[in-house]
């Protein structure tokens, strides 16, 4: 599991899971289309029609203190979405 980072669970994600059978994950920056297709259909078993990627940049961020401003960032990453065939699913909350 060197490509996906982790499962993208939000309220955005999940409302378009139930709808459109498409799935999201947090993948390295580095990786492109055809290997997250191969580990997501190696690891979940699973057949993968599309894959889309989206790169997000961090945002600066700032904060005023007593000590003064304080300067930072969010972190980047690499979004994919995922679109299985009809009818395999992806259950993230199977072992908890």
Known sequence: MGIIVKPLV???MTAITDKL???????RPDANKL??????????????LSVNTANYLGKRKSRY???GIINGATKAYKKA???LKEGDTIDFYSNI
């Open 21 to 27: 059978n498409r799935f999201g994950f947090i993948v």
């Open 35 to 48: 290997e997250i297709k191969r580990e997501i259909e190696a690891f979940y078993n699973v057949t993968v």
């Open 81 to 83: 979405i995922v679109v």
């Open 10 to 12: 939000t309220e955005k």
């Open 65 to 67: 203190t007593k000590a």
